[in-house]
């Protein structure tokens, strides 16, 4: 495989596929629905499948309207930060010391080879997990199988038992697994401490595979 687009066009011959995208235009056509259409695929758009050195496997698009736009945990910059992502920040500042900054758009870690995927790519307003069984499971374990075969040492940030249990057919030994709780503040405060920026910098060095710029700067 080449690209993402190749890798989307092949998946739109099959027949979970199709089946899929009929319940999610049905979706947006009788509701709010979230991502926006355009961007239900701009974690590809914005992480070029060449370009692929760590994923993020997050579970549901943000609800509310304005939010989600195709990246896990990221929001567009005019956006209040969400409790989940204050929490990142927090971490990372203590990782690596790096400060927050004042919106939580992280399209800039997406340019440096950070996929931020979602298990779910769409979401009725204000309804978790809505789409949940739609289909979008069988759609994720094809992304991830790609991920699992890809050819170059890539990092996997697994937080929480979602995530985990998403990732359980990543076994290609030259991947690196970081698993640890969710960072959101309902999960406790396990996720402070785990330093998976460092990590995942060392790991990306190590492999000779060039480390992520952390610091957010657009």
């Given at each position: ?39 239900m ?23 509310r ?7 896990s ?15 990142i ?11 927050s ?14 996929l ?6 769409t ?6 997990g ?6 979008w ?51 406790g ?30």
């Open positions: 495989m080449k690209n993402w687009n190749e890798f989307l066009e092949e998946e739109k011959k099959e027949e979970y596929f199709i089946k899929l995208m009929e319940k999610v235009d049905e979706a947006y056509k009788n509701g709010n629905v979230f991502p926006p259409k355009e961007e695929f701009s974690c590809f758009d914005l992480c070029s499948y060449d370009n692929v050195k760590v994923v993020i496997i997050g579970q549901d698009p943000y609800h309207a304005g939010q989600a736009h195709g990246l945990f990221s929001v567009k910059p005019a956006i209040k930060i969400p409790p989940s992502l204050k929490n920040y927090k971490e990372l500042k203590t990782d690596l010391n790096i400060d900054p004042n919106h939580g758009y992280l399209a800039s870690w997406a340019k440096q080879g950070v931020m995927m979602n298990t779910s790519w979401v009725n307003e204000g309804k978790a809505s789409h949940k069984k739609f289909g499971t069988k759609f994720t374990q094809r992304v991830l199988n790609v991920l699992n075969e890809y050819d170059q040492p890539l990092v996997f940030l697994l937080w929480g038992n979602h995530a985990i249990e998403a990732a359980n057919g990543i076994n290609n030994p030259k991947h690196l697994l970081l698993k640890s709780p969710h960072p959101s503040p309902l999960a405060g396990g996720f402070f401490g785990t330093k998976p920026f460092s990590k995942a910098n060392e790991f990306l060095e190590k492999e000779s595979r060039g480390s992520i710029d952390w610091k957010i700067t657009e």
